[in-house]
């Protein structure tokens, strides 16, 4: 059974593929017990941090022998508050009507179901009733009636469980939420480091390790966006983890806006693992017989270090989060003009740059920013969403249905979110921006974002976008957002909501997407915020893909994708070949090495192909055959990252068919090795007994390419090898 309520020893089990979680009644009160490797239940699980009855001996409760909710500092606690005796990091923060701030949170029951429940508003993985059950415990506080409803889903074949919080108010009085985070997990005494992710512009992803100490470390975001500076994602492991060793505990948000993860070490050694909506200026005014809803938070037990993570996150996202036609459909190979035009283009140019496309085989041409309004640089237009018939004479209709005539399909840009002050919108409705009275409008890249936290500014964006859905064969839309929120505020709420703000845009933003992926179920959408700078899972369920970054120089790439690989899947990531020297880098690099990287992402390209040489052009063509051939491989296959480019000279992924039946190898270098030695690359994951043919026929067997490996030494700066292995 998934899920087990032992009522003897009152203790909750919830048994995930290989991995349990267990929480205890400790009278009344909702203990954590454990999270780790599969644990059989006939096993007696006695632990002086969650018993009462073993807390009474310890010299920390002695004073207070006797009131459990006094004691609650040194016990390990399922969802922790404010007020309750607990002083350590609380998940829960309220305010009430008469100024008290106090929570103390009593078992009252709980329901064990088939399936996951959706979560009104908010995007969430979902299952089928026999991949999945659910347990609902129901918490109520005796002196304002709030009720806390804790929802934890556990995967039958995944590591996976994952949880948010439900708040009823069922008392008489307002009651305001301070925070309220959608997983808290004590875990024992022992050493831990914590591997997040960060960057920036042009920077997404890059991992950082580093040991947790007896303080609060916090990883999050104030941006109104999940951001690169700090990915909503964080992993707790032992030191001794490695790649493919050890346990490792982690938690990813499926939710895009402001968000708050950390861990909170107390004197005991106890680690306190927290995720969820960011506390900081955050305020929900919940008023009697209302609901709050926290987003998801879906947590990860992987004996088999962060590659095993990411494997569990990639299968999670694959088959439990994305929707729609394209969840598993073969998605076009696009060329997108940004790079080649930026936004100075006509409707030749456009033609031609298809045209260029369509020669070397590509499937859908994308016009990217600057066709609409008067919009001829970042400085006006967004809002105006009607051609510029100066630009496109022939309309968004007449030249997708050109595009269409040469055999491919036609894409459009779009940023929904945004206004520039310099626009008819703006001019009509400007309080229909984000902003704080009496203060500057803060313009970044000349724009103000849209106030979304209004219903009535996401019911205009619902039909305006629908109105350029509606007026042209548009198959893809690339849904970009270029700035991150400040003077942040709406016309639209009372002075007692504006801590709402962010979170409302949010429910606005997801309510615009989820009303557009519904209406337009054949457009492929892709998500896109300066590159990947809302690179979540919150996204990822309206979108199936995401522009991974601005940075399309394939070094970089290397880079930014192992880091991305962490939490999402190959298959998820915008991978284009572009022109060199690099825009952002300035760096020149062989076609064959932009292809490979490329290739190993949702490929396409960023260039005017007609610019580039026949012998190049040749490369290209051979690329999208190779995409071709691999890309099953690739996007719903297995990843081990071999090699990384953040400790060496080499970056090696590596991708196996669910069956074994194929294997796809990429290995890069960055500069060449002058002399002396190799460096080995072993693979993993292999039957050892399997027989495997390579590109030019020669055949290895699993061990050995897991155990001697291949011997690479890097004869040019910037290599790249792509290895396709068959199982014979
Ligand atoms: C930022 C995106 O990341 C780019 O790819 C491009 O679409 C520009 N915006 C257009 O303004």
Redesign the pocket.
Same mark, same amino acid.
Request: hydrophobic share 25%; proline share 8%; with cysteine.
């Given at each position: 059974m998934p899920i087990h309520f032992d009522e003897e020893r009152g203790l909750l089990y919830l048994h995930a593929k290989n991995s349990t979680y267990v929480m205890g009644l400790n009278q009344n009160h909702l203990a954590h017990v454990y999270w780790g490797p599969s644990l059989p239940e006939e096993m007696p699980v006695h632990s002086p941090v969650w018993k009462l009855t073993e807390m009474m001996g310890s010299s920390m409760s002695v004073a207070s022998a006797g009131s459990l909710w006094r004691t609650l500092d040194n016990i390990r606690s399922e969802y922790p508050t404010f007020g309750s005796g607990d002083l350590r990091e609380p998940a829960f923060h309220a305010e009430y009507a008469d100024g008290s701030r106090a929570t103390e949170l009593a078992y009252v029951g709980h329901t064990i179901t088939p399936g996951k429940p959706a979560i009104p508003g908010l995007p969430a993985t979902y299952a089928e009733e026999d991949a999945a059950t659910t347990l609902t415990v129901e918490l109520a506080d005796a002196v304002t009636d709030l009720h806390v409803f804790l929802l934890y889903t556990v995967f039958s074949e995944l590591d996976v469980i994952t949880r948010s919080v439900r708040v009823e108010n069922r008392g008489k009085e307002t009651v305001t939420i301070r925070r309220i985070f959608s997983a808290s997990v004590d875990l024992p005494p022992q050493k831990l480091e914590a591997v997040s992710l960060f960057g920036g512009w042009a920077k997404e992803c890059s991992p950082s390790r580093v040991p947790v100490t007896y303080a609060d470390l916090t990883f999050d975001s104030k941006r109104g966006h999940s951001s690169a500076h700090m990915s909503p994602f964080l992993a707790l492991l032992p030191p001794e983890t490695t790649e493919e060793v050890g346990s490792v505990y982690a938690m990813s948000f499926v939710y895009s806006g402001n968000f708050a993860a950390g861990v909170y070490k107390d004197i005991t050694g106890t680690h306190r693992m927290y995720m969820g909506l960011n506390a900081f200026d955050f305020g929900w005014r919940l008023d009697p017989g209302e609901r709050f809803d926290s987003p998801e938070v879906a947590m990860v037990y992987s004996g088999e270090g962060l590659g095993g993570m990411s494997r569990t996150y990639h299968e999670l996202w694959r088959h439990h989060l994305i929707r729609g036609k394209y969840k598993y459909a073969e998605r076009p190979v696009l060329l997108n003009n940004?790079e080649a035009t930026t936004f100075t283009f006509t409707e030749d140019d456009i033609l031609a740059i298809a045209e260029g496309g369509k020669r070397l085989g590509v499937d859908m041409m994308v016009l990217? %920013?600057g066709w609409f309004g008067k919009r001829n640089d970042?400085t006006s237009s967004l809002g105006d969403w009607y051609v510029n018939r100066d630009k496109l004479p022939s309309g968004i209709d007449g030249l997708a249905a050109k595009v269409e005539a040469m055999g491919m399909r036609f894409g459009l840009?779009l940023e929904p979110e945004m206004l520039s002050p310099d626009s008819d919108l703006y001019r009509a409705h400007p309080d229909w921006c984000i902003h704080t009275p009496g203060r500057d409008r803060l313009e970044w890249r000349s724009q103000l974002t849209l106030d979304l936290s209004r219903p009535e500014v996401v019911d205009y964006m619902i039909d305006t976008v629908s109105k350029v859905l509606d007026g042209a064969a548009i198959s893809y839309v690339?849904w970009?957002m270029?700035r991150s929120m400040s003077n942040i505020g709406s016309a639209g709420l009372p002075a007692d909501r504006q801590q709402e703000v962010p979170h409302r845009y949010m429910l606005g933003l997801y309510r615009l997407m989820e009303t557009l992926c519904q209406r337009y179920p054949d457009i492929l959408f892709e998500g896109?915020s300066?590159?990947g700078q809302r690179f979540d899972a919150g996204i990822l369920h309206y979108m199936p893909q995401i522009?991974t970054s %601005?940075d399309s120089d394939a070094i970089e790439r290397e880079r930014i994708h192992t880091g991305t690989s962490y939490v999402f899947p190959p298959e998820t990531q915008g991978s284009h070949v572009s022109a060199c020297p690099n825009q952002v880098t300035k760096r020149t690099v062989p076609m064959k090495t932009r292809c490979d990287v490329a290739v190993c992402g949702q490929f396409g390209f960023e260039l005017d192909l007609n610019r580039e040489s026949e012998e190049d052009l040749a490369v290209c063509r051979g690329a999208i055959e190779t995409y071709k051939r691999i890309r099953h491989t690739v996007h719903t296959g297995k990843m081990y990252r071999l090699a990384s480019p953040f400790e060496g000279n080499y970056t090696a992924w590596q991708f196996v068919e669910q069956d074994g039946s194929r294997v796809v190898a990429f290995i890069g270098n960055t500069l060449a090795e002058a002399a002396g030695g190799y460096t080995v690359i072993r693979f993993r994951g292999l039957d050892p007994e399997a027989r495997y043919r390579d590109d030019i026929g020669e055949i290895y067997t699993g061990a050995f390419l897991m155990n001697i490996g291949l011997y690479e030494r890097a004869a040019e700066d910037f290599g790249t090898r792509l290895i396709t292995l068959d199982r014979v």
């Open positions: 940004w990217d %920013d970042p840009w690339k970009d270029n896109c300066s590159g522009w %601005d």
